[in-house]
């Protein structure tokens, strides 16, 4: 938090990305950091409200304020041009000055099929991996594994 770094959780659906992100942010407000978790789709819509009634200026500003910003669900949904160019300015407005933490399933190559450009994916991307840590979840669905459904579909298997 100190060094204003950024988190990069990468794995598939299941694998425990987004557990660790709120554990991550109790623990960042436990210490008394101003955090805020928000999903990407979440943070578009958001920004696009703020941005058709006039408001955009105090949202962002709502974001420079914080410590941490945890974005969930990186990949998940697809942003058109004025969302991507919103949710850039919120990366750029972070970059040195705050720690994020992204969850995400795709790795940086498929980036530009979430936001609208590739120029702007690969400015995104640039921002977040300079000072930032990729950290692989893996490729266990966590989920899946420990799900009542899971056993009893192996149990039926074996009877």
């Known amino acids: 938090m100190a060094e204003k770094h ?5 794995g598939i659906c299941g694998s425990g990305k987004t557990m660790l992100s709120i554990a991550l942010g109790i623990k960042a407000c436990m210490q008394g950091y101003k955090v805020k978790f928000i999903t ?3 943070l578009a819509t958001r920004l696009l409200e703020a941005k058709e009634t006039g408001r955009i200026e105090k949202a962002l500003g709502d974001f420079r304020a914080l410590d941490l910003l945890i974005i969930d669900e990186w990949g998940y949904c697809q942003l058109d041009k004025m969302s ?3 949710v850039f300015q919120v990366i750029a407005d ?3 000055h705050k720690s994020l933490i992204l969850t995400t399933n795709l790795p940086f190559s498929e980036w530009g099929k979430i ?3 590739e120029q702007l994916a690969a400015a995104i991307i640039d ?3 300079h000072f930032g840590h990729l950290i692989d979840t893996g490729k266990v669905d966590w989920r899946l594994r420990l799900s009542p459904m899971n056993h009893q579909m192996v149990e039926k298997k074996i009877n």
Request: hydrophobic share 45%; no cysteine; charged share 20%.
């Open 6 to 10: 950024t988190l990069v959780f990468y």
């Open 127 to 129: 921002r977040i991996v």
């Open 84 to 86: 991507s160019e919103l």
């Open 40 to 42: 990407l789709s979440q």
């Open 94 to 96: 972070s970059y040195e």
């Open 115 to 117: 936001v609208a450009d």
